[in-house]
């Protein structure tokens, strides 16, 4: 059989841009030597000293608001059937009832939502014709885009809000807009950072930038802090076995936050157990006297409490002005949940009740709901 010679490659010598590109390298190499050597040691820094990322200014007390009754509480009546047509990637349609209500008229919304690892849609139109839809796209793992946007026939009342979160491995940077002026750039934007100084501090701010017309121009800054505890060093040394869960330590959080006309607004979230979570919110409310009222000097605290069951969670709160809450939440099977939600308000001599259901169906087999992981094999 007849080798086949092998052309050896022969080493490709330097180029005719090889001497000017030395020069530019000596010419920048006295300044950005330092430039980098020095940004290399404060990296290095703050690496060693176990910074954590800090989450969004906007989650800041997410964990006070799953416990609290302002996203959950309602009144009146209400149903939300919903009907999973495929669980991975998730879509999943809706439909919610709503009557009775003392603040609300009656509604009804049907939506849509779409979901993978990257994507999340969805979308819905009530009875009035307002059509609203709100869209997630993670990029890479520290960057996500989100668009929320609503169309209605009634006047003022459209918008359009754009924002993007830049997750860094001890800070976050946001930029939010709301109607944004592609031509002159009027609109409300808001730009906040958070960055962690320690293991258990984070620091940041946050900017309300108002331009509703070109020669109008108003700036607001808030200032914010967060304190978590740390992290029980034992957990990391427990072995476990699988599906076995580690033995539960208790964590806390406490935020402040400084507005800018001298309020101040403080949380504190602890988890007492892997049931039971506490939250308290304290307010303060200084207004100067002026054409809208006389001057206000006031405070607001309020202390909830969240516990999870078995095949419910309970949720409680009591605030200073004697404002009582619950909010119940029982399932008696995994696509049937019964709803209780009450508010009396003492000093006021009112109160409010709501009942309501949640009904999940869908068209996948048994089969395909364990391997989804929706059913626990029997």
Same mark, same amino acid.
């Given at each position: 059989?007849?080798?086949?010679?092998?052309?050896?490659?022969?080493?490709?010598?330097?180029?005719?841009?090889?001497?000017?590109?030395?020069?530019?390298?000596?010419?920048?190499?006295? +300044?950005?030597?330092?430039?980098?050597?020095?940004?290399?040691?404060?990296? #290095?820094?703050?690496?060693?000293?176990?910074?954590?990322?800090?989450?969004?200014?906007?989650?800041?007390?997410?964990?006070?608001?799953? +416990?609290?009754?302002?996203?959950?509480?309602?009144?009146?009546?209400?149903?939300?059937?919903?009907?999973? /047509?495929?669980?991975?990637?998730?879509?999943?349609?809706?439909?919610?009832?709503?009557?009775?209500?003392?603040?609300?008229?009656?509604?009804?919304?049907?939506?849509?939502?779409?979901?993978?690892?990257? !994507?999340?849609?969805?979308?819905?139109?009530? #009875?009035?014709?307002? +059509?609203?839809?709100?869209?997630?796209?993670?990029?890479?793992?520290?960057? %996500?885009?989100?668009?929320?946007?609503?169309?209605?026939?009634?006047?003022?009342?459209?918008?359009?809000? +754009?924002?993007?979160?830049?997750?860094? $491995?001890?800070?976050?940077?946001?930029?939010?807009? &709301?109607?944004?002026?592609?031509?002159?750039?009027?609109?409300?934007?808001?730009?906040?950072?958070?960055?962690?100084?320690?293991?258990?501090?984070?620091?940041?701010?946050?900017?309300?930038?108002?331009?509703?017309?070109?020669?109008?121009?108003?700036? *607001?800054?808030?200032?914010?802090?967060?304190? !978590?505890?740390?992290?029980?060093?034992?957990?990391?040394?427990?072995?476990? *076995? $699988?599906?076995?869960?580690?033995?539960?330590?208790?964590?806390?959080?406490?935020?402040?936050?400084?507005?800018?006309?001298?309020?101040?607004?403080?949380?504190?979230?602890?988890?007492?157990?892997?049931?039971?979570?506490?939250?308290?919110?304290?307010?303060?409310?200084?207004?100067?006297?002026?054409?809208?009222?006389?001057?206000?000097?006031?405070?607001?605290?309020?202390?909830? *409490?969240?516990?999870?069951?078995?095949?419910?969670?309970?949720? #409680?709160?009591?605030?200073? !002005? #004697?404002?009582?809450?619950?909010?119940?939440?029982?399932?008696?099977?995994?696509?049937? *949940?019964?709803?209780?939600?009450?508010? %009396?308000?003492?000093?006021?001599?009112?109160?409010?009740?709501? /009942?309501? %259901?949640?009904?999940?169906?869908?068209?996948?087999?048994?089969?395909?709901?364990?391997?989804?992981? &929706?059913?626990?094999?029997?």
């Amino acid at each position: 059989m007849a080798s086949i010679p092998v052309q050896s490659e022969k080493p490709s010598g330097p180029t005719a841009f090889a001497p000017y590109l030395d020069t530019v390298a000596n010419i920048f190499h006295p +300044v950005a030597g330092p430039v980098l050597n020095t940004y290399g040691r404060f990296h #290095g820094w703050k690496e060693s000293m176990g910074l954590v990322q800090p989450g969004t200014v906007e989650n800041l007390t997410r964990e006070v608001q799953q +416990v609290h009754l302002s996203n959950w509480s309602f009144d009146g009546a209400r149903a939300d059937v919903a009907k999973v /047509v495929s669980a991975n990637p998730a879509f999943q349609l809706t439909h919610s009832f709503s009557l009775g209500s003392t603040t609300r008229p009656p509604a009804y919304n049907f939506g849509a939502i779409f979901a993978n690892a990257k !994507t999340f849609l969805q979308g819905g139109v009530d #009875g009035s014709g307002t +059509v609203t839809m709100r869209a997630n796209q993670t990029w890479v793992p520290g960057d %996500i885009t989100k668009v929320q946007a609503q169309l209605t026939n009634k006047a003022g009342q459209s918008m359009l809000q +754009v924002e993007h979160d830049h997750l860094g $491995p001890h800070y976050t940077f946001s930029w939010k807009s &709301m109607n944004p002026g592609i031509l002159d750039g009027t609109g409300i934007h808001i730009a906040s950072l958070l960055h962690s100084v320690s293991p258990r501090l984070s620091l940041g701010f946050e900017t309300v930038i108002q331009h509703p017309q070109p020669n109008i121009l108003e700036t *607001a800054t808030s200032y914010v802090a967060k304190l !978590t505890s740390l992290p029980n060093p034992l957990d990391q040394l427990t072995p476990s *076995a $699988p599906g076995v869960p580690l033995p539960f330590t208790q964590s806390w959080t406490a935020t402040a936050q400084l507005q800018p006309s001298g309020n101040v607004q403080a949380t504190y979230y602890q988890k007492l157990s892997d049931k039971v979570d506490v939250a308290l919110d304290l307010q303060t409310i200084i207004q100067p006297a002026s054409m809208l009222g006389p001057a206000k000097r006031e405070a607001l605290a309020t202390l909830g *409490a969240k516990y999870d069951f078995r095949m419910a969670t309970f949720r #409680g709160q009591i605030d200073s !002005t #004697g404002k009582l809450g619950m909010y119940l939440e029982q399932r008696f099977t995994p696509a049937f *949940a019964f709803l209780v939600a009450g508010e %009396i308000d003492h000093a006021k001599n009112a109160s409010k009740f709501g /009942v309501g %259901i949640m009904i999940e169906s869908s068209t996948m087999t048994q089969e395909e709901m364990i391997a989804a992981g &929706m059913l626990t094999p029997v």
